[in-house]
């Protein structure tokens, strides 16, 4: 008997050490957060860290938790706060988080190649609004429960990652007034409107215009040689021509 109760209290400490570490990761993931981004309108002034005690942090504006008696963060939403700054890395240590909303404020740079390892079961994901740039990271068709992916209205550039297409829980996706190009992914089942992908003009395929033929792109720039080619040789063929003429009726003159 004593050896059960022995086993029981050992497994006992060690669910109870696994929840607090859990807990605390996720008031570190908060604080690192609240570091890495600059709050010009003190919208974060609520993230204070003095009290640490189990339900603390649910109490954050943007902060929603689990359980209102436990740190484990469900989602943040910040949208409309005025931040800026970059993507903020320390989102990773909300192990537990699955809805991120940071749309309308003025984040700005690279999304991180590596945002699976940083968000990797989140179902909601909005980033509209912003300024992100370079190109859109092929990583996040790995992120397998993600429904909502929005990031329109960016300054995202090059070709969407054709392996979004992966996404089979996707529903709602937009990237519409970015500065996409190539063409949009074959999502087969799903279908996204041209709303999705508007104002990337160089965006093609369905449901927006066919992409250019690479063949009849070929065979456009030969016409376009060979009449450049052609408009060139022409006035050099007549001089050569007047020339070898002018010679010729010098040579009958003087028999």
Known sequence: ??????VATCLWFLMVSNFTGANQKNIDCLIAIKSQVEDPNNYLSSW????????SICKFCGVTCWHDDENRVLSIKLS???????????????????????SRNNFSGPLPSNI?????????LDLS?????GKIPPSL???????????????FTGPLPPQLVQLRRLNKFSVA????????????????????????????GPPLDDCPDPEEGMMRSAKIGAAVGASIFAPVAAFLDWFFFKDKKKEKRRR
């Open 116 to 124: 699976l390892y940083l968000i990797p079961i989140i179902t909601t």
């Open 177 to 204: 007034d970015n500065r996409l190009t190539g063409p949009v992914p074959n999502f087969n089942v799903l279908y996204f409107g041209v709303e999705t992908y508007a104002n990337n003009p160089d965006l093609c």
């Open 141 to 155: 068709s790995n992120i397998t429960f993600l429904n909502t992916l929005m990031l329109q209205h960016n300054q």
């Open 129 to 133: 609004y912003n300024q992100f740039s």
């Open 48 to 55: 204070a860290f003095i009290n640490q005690t189990e339900g």
């Open 80 to 102: 409309g706060f005025g931040l800026r700054g970059k993507f903020p890395h320390g989102i990773r240590e909300c192990t537990d988080l699955t809805g991120l909303d940071l």
């Open 1 to 6: 008997m004593s050896m059960i109760t022995l």
